[in-house]
């Protein structure tokens, strides 16, 4: 599978941004995908996930609420949606997959990677 992420851009706090992952070659074998963000000179953190086959749905406690996430099968794209942004989600996004679903989001986990899409929130 490859993944490529789009939908990043420049708000203000309170707006909202959808961005989208499309995952191409995509086989009944995925699971899902994930969505982390990464700050400059920190790891990725897991922000949100949600399953091909069933629409499960996973969420860190610091979003929820406020993002939702979506998959769109007959185009292989994920959405997610993020309102009520704060400049602490200034960071880039990105898309995961061929990684554990759980309890437990690690980075080093995940073998498929996007290239991200930057998401700014002016003050």
């Known amino acids: 599978v490859q993944l490529a992420e789009s939908g990043g851009r420049l708000v203000q706090a309170g707006d909202s941004v959808r961005v989208s992952c499309v995952a191409s070659g995509r086989t009944f074998s995925d699971y899902g995908v994930a969505w982390f963000r990464q700050a400059p000179g920190k790891e990725r953190e897991f922000v949100s996930a949600i399953t091909w086959t069933g629409g499960s749905t996973y969420f860190d406690d610091s979003i929820k609420g406020r993002f939702t996430i979506s998959r769109d099968r007959n185009k292989n794209t994920v959405y997610l949606q993020m309102n009520r942004l704060k400049p602490e989600a200034t960071d880039v996004y990105y898309c995961?997959?061929?990684?554990?679903?759980?309890?437990?989001?690690?980075?080093?986990?995940?073998?498929?990677w996007g290239q991200g899409t930057q998401v700014t929130v002016s003050s």
């Open positions: 995961a997959a061929n990684g554990p679903f759980g309890s437990h989001w690690d980075q080093d986990d995940f073998a498929k």
